[in-house]
């Protein structure tokens, strides 16, 4: 069985810092990564993927994937209050309807 | 442009009460459909999908059922409630055969008593 795990669980950094989330798979085999936010109460919302390794900008946002060490990496750069929120990560497998999805980081940005 | 409407926002029920939980799509013909649940604080775990009218796929049952009665409309229900049931449902939807960013909707807390 697929597992994701995320790490830290928690993170407080001030604004205008860079942030970097981390999650790592147990299955090589896994397809597309997925890095969502959750403000809370709310349903998540996609930032970005990644399939190939390397690396994928999108704004403010860079992900890392490293498929031989089974590990991606959400980086966020000049943090704003407005970031502060749950960040997700998702990886398919079995099936492309199919997510995993890790337990989450807690991101708070302080003004 | 899509929209995706959850409803009811909310819900008390009590155990063993029958519970009926709905999801419609607008603006996206045949898309694919997904039903998540997460407990306070939890993990999101993925429960059911539907790639067309008729067919719903079972990922974790968890004593739940899914319907997809029109192709715009995803049904989750029970005829009886367990305290585990309690926590928030989350609606999805994507498009196309590839794997696709997932839309959520506004979610329904359900709390079991």
């Known amino acids: 069985q697929e597992k994701v795990q995320q790490s830290p669980e928690s993170l407080i950094v001030p604004e205008g810092a860079m942030v970097s989330l981390n999650c790592s798979f147990s299955?090589?085999?896994?397809?597309s990564i997925w890095w969502y936010q959750q403000h809370p109460g709310k349903g998540p919302k996609a930032l970005i993927?990644?399939?190939s390794n390397g690396n994928k900008k999108e704004g403010r946002l860079t992900v890392y994937l490293n498929r031989a060490s089974l590990h991606v990496s959400l980086h966020i750069k000049d943090s704003q209050p407005s970031d502060s929120a749950v960040y997700l990560c998702a990886v398919s497998m079995y099936s492309n309807y199919q997510l995993i999805w890790g337990s989450g980081t807690k991101l708070i940005i302080k003004p | 442009a899509q929209t995706i409407h959850q409803w009811p926002v909310a819900e008390i029920k009590a155990v063993g009460s029958p519970l009926s939980l709905g999801c419609t799509i607008k603006g996206k013909s045949s898309p694919n459909l997904y039903w998540y649940w997460q407990a306070t604080g939890g993990t999101l775990q993925q429960l059911f999908y539907?790639?067309?009218?008729?067919?719903v796929e079972s990922v974790v049952q968890l004593n739940l059922s899914a319907s997809r009665p029109k192709d715009d409309q995803f049904i989750l229900s029970t005829e009886k409630l367990l305290l585990s049931h309690s926590g928030f449902y989350l609606c999805?939807?994507?498009?196309?055969?590839?794997?696709?960013?997932?839309?959520f909707g506004a979610g329904t807390r359900l709390s079991v008593l």
């Open positions: 299955d090589s085999a896994s397809q």
């Open positions: 539907s790639i067309t009218v008729g067919q």
């Open positions: 993927s990644i399939f």
């Open positions: 999805a939807w994507s498009w196309g055969t590839s794997q696709n960013t997932l839309y």
